[in-house]
């Protein structure tokens, strides 16, 4: 059974970092695509960005782009979600999701993958 764990999670002031991780097991950790998401109460779930194992290239939106950075470790099933000079806008409920088998390039794709699975997500929290 393919599953995801999220951690890492926390309470932050603004302009601090934070680092989540998002683990797999059930599936070989050397052929997937994981995206990160975040939903923030009273809104849609909305993409962070997403790295794809194929290449190893990854794709962000606009609004983290620069202060967010997600790479993996796949001898650990491991991908890690960096974040940098956090914002109050930034908090949110953090999941990952994950395709697996043959996917297309996180460049290509802007991470519009057909996610499988998902975490159960973690809360990060931004004081201004």
């Known amino acids: 059974e393919v599953q995801l764990e999220e951690s890492g999670g926390g309470f932050v002031q603004a302009g601090g970092s934070l680092r989540l991780s998002c683990t797999g097991s059930?599936?070989?950790?050397?052929?997937?695509?994981i995206g990160w998401f975040r939903q923030a109460p009273g809104k849609k779930r909305v993409g962070v960005g997403c790295?794809?194992?194929?290449?190893?290239?990854?794709y962000y939106a606009d609004s983290v782009k620069g202060r967010f950075t997600i790479s993996s470790d796949n001898a650990k099933n491991t991908v890690y979600l960096q974040m940098n000079n956090l914002k109050p806008d930034d908090a949110a409920v953090y999941y990952c999701?994950?395709?697996?088998?043959?996917?297309?390039?996180?460049?290509?794709?802007?991470?519009?993958?057909?996610?499988?699975?998902w975490g159960q997500g973690t809360q990060v929290s931004v004081s201004s």
């Open positions: 999701g994950v395709t697996v088998g043959l996917h297309l390039s996180a460049t290509t794709t802007a991470c519009t993958y057909p996610y499988e699975v």
């Open positions: 059930g599936f070989t950790f050397d052929n997937y695509a």
């Open positions: 790295i794809s194992s194929k290449d190893g290239h990854t």
